[in-house]
């Protein structure tokens, strides 16, 4: 006999959303806050609000760590389409909030990919450029050029 799973109903609206590693948590992104819910009650865990302004439309993109330790999420602005701030959360019980630089990768954000072991985050503009993050610092180590066409 298969085993089932029992579904419980997340209450949220989503514009973006992504399991955590271990799929006990699901990240939930609209407007400028970001959720965290059991996946097993559907309760809401924890809730991380950006940077409220006049310009930012909702949130475009979450993804976790590959430990789940660190939550990453980016807002679009609506002026000029421009790409809002790119957060770091830590997951634990006291999280802290860092502030990613985003210059030099255009006007939107593509893709993004933590390091297997999490110690770096890999951001794709929409520019095609790319920026190499240190996540213990929140700091750009590299910016590669994009290399031409031959």
Do not use: W
Not at 27 to 55: F, H, M, W
Not at 60 to 83: D, E, I, K, P, Y
Not at 85 to 94: E, M, W
């Amino acid at each position: 006999m298969a085993a089932t799973r029992a579904s419980r109903k997340i209450e949220t609206r989503s514009s973006t959303v992504a399991f955590s590693p271990d799929g006990r948590t699901l990240a939930s992104g609209y407007d400028d806050v970001v959720g965290l819910y059991d996946c097993g009650t559907g309760a809401l865990q924890r809730k991380y609000i950006g940077r409220p302004t006049e310009n930012v439309t909702h949130v475009s993109a979450v993804a976790f760590s590959a430990t789940g330790a660190l939550l990453f999420t980016c807002v679009v602005g609506t002026q000029f389409n421009m790409s809002g701030p790119i957060f770091l959360y830590d997951t634990n019980d006291r999280p802290r909030r860092r502030e990613l630089d985003l210059f030099g990768l255009g006007s939107g954000i593509r893709k993004t990919e933590f390091s297997p072991d999490g110690s770096l985050l890999a951001v794709v503009g929409s520019n095609s450029n790319v920026a190499l993050y240190d996540v213990a610092t929140a700091t750009r180590r590299l910016v590669p050029r994009r290399v031409p066409p031959s």
